[in-house]
């Protein structure tokens, strides 16, 4: 349920997979999908108790303390989008991106190499200015607030394997836009467009398979008859032949999650230890529920589908808008044409310009999503009061402002706000009255587990 894309959005260890493979947003979305975060501890083993059940959850109030992380949360996300723009920008006003080029002509004076050697560099040059920001919001401020277990050193392997992934990944593909646009200077964008769709579908499902295992243990459930109700609701959801994984991501984190992927053998079912931690049972089981709603309803496929068009529009504009910049600035910037790989920091900022503007308009959907997959989870377990108390400990532990103002849900928000969430927990009931529900067409048996 909360923050989506925390994987790629803004970690800047894999700026340079963005960067690339000219799909800054198609894999902001990948993990939006890849990671639908979730929510919610508390000790209250007693929600189950029958005459709470009806009872509405207070939103809960907030506190200093999670008012000042919000402000501060506002002025550093500002500053991180300035510093998405701002650094290609620096390295193409300085003309550093040119002289890199130039190095990298020197190293590599076959096409391909200099192209690769070029995107190395580049990376690299960038991490350098990234670095300290990604340590403050990442490490420092994390711990400082409570919300993080990870060591020093595991944030700098963690760090350090991120970067070499996205080195090598965008090693791998940088060169096939450069080549495109080479090739064809009036269609790249349209063969790019059309390349990256595989690419796109194959990240949704290469991240939560083969690249998350990568930074923690996936191992098998300890909990077998938790683990027993939780394949039951899978299975009266339609999803079957799941395997069910538990993350040891307390190292990491505090932050709770799981999420539902993959298709046919790989067809899993994800739980963060720290969800199994915090959360009393019923709780649980609503996230899971809610989860599946994601899985069942294709979330994903939808994603997809919108990440692509949104990649088309974004790099038709960068084929209209490009030349004429490069007319204005090329002079400066030490290229004449966007075929020349030091345009990188110009696609890139074109490309982050793009998604500033866009994505008010796709947060607008994830929410929409993430409501639906709330009414699914209610539908599916009823468990009303175990889906508000959950959310009532989220924001204790996270320190989420329970209820921002429209301002930081347009701009910012994939999720509605915990207080409306709970709002709709507290209301949502039609099985009592008879009503119908919206996705029991869904469910493969009537009666709730
Ligand atoms: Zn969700």
Sequence with gaps: ??????????????RPLLAVALVLLPLCFASLTAHAQEAAPTDATTVASAERVHEPVPVPQDDERTMQRYRAGNVLWFGTQLMGLGLPLLFLFT????????????WGKKWFFIVVFYFVLLSLAMAIFELPWAFYTEYIREHAYGLSNQTLTKWITDTAISLTIGLFIGALIIWIPYLLLKKSPKRWWLYTGMLILPFLILQV????????????????????ALEAKILALAERSGIE?????????????????????GFGDTKRIVL?????????????????GHEMGHFVMNHVV??????????????????????ALIRRYGTRWGFTELSDVASLPLIMVMMGAFTLIVMPLIYGVTRYHEHEADRFGLELTHLNHAAATGFVTLQKENLANPDPGWVYMFFRSSHPSIAQRIRFFNSYRPWESGEALKYEHLFSSPETP
């Design 272 to 288: 963060w230890d720290t969800a199994i931690e915090k959360l009393a049972e019923d709780e649980l089981l609503f996230v899971m």
């Design 302 to 323: 939808r994603f997809i589908a919108i990440a692509f068009f949104v990649t088309f529009a974004s790099l038709y504009l960068i084929h209209r808008l490009s030349g």
């Design 205 to 224: 499902f290469i991240t939560p398979i083969w690249i998350a295992p990568l930074f923690n243990d996936f191992g098998p459930m300890n909990d077998k």
């Design 1 to 14: 349920m909360p923050t989506y894309c925390r994987y790629l959005m803004s970690p800047w260890h894999l």
């Design 95 to 106: 003309g550093w991106s040119a002289r890199i080029r130039d190095v990298a002509t020197r």
């Design 241 to 261: 032949g799941a395997r069910v994984f538990e993350v040891a991501k307390s190292e990491d984190t505090k932050a709770v999650n799981a999420y539902v992927t």
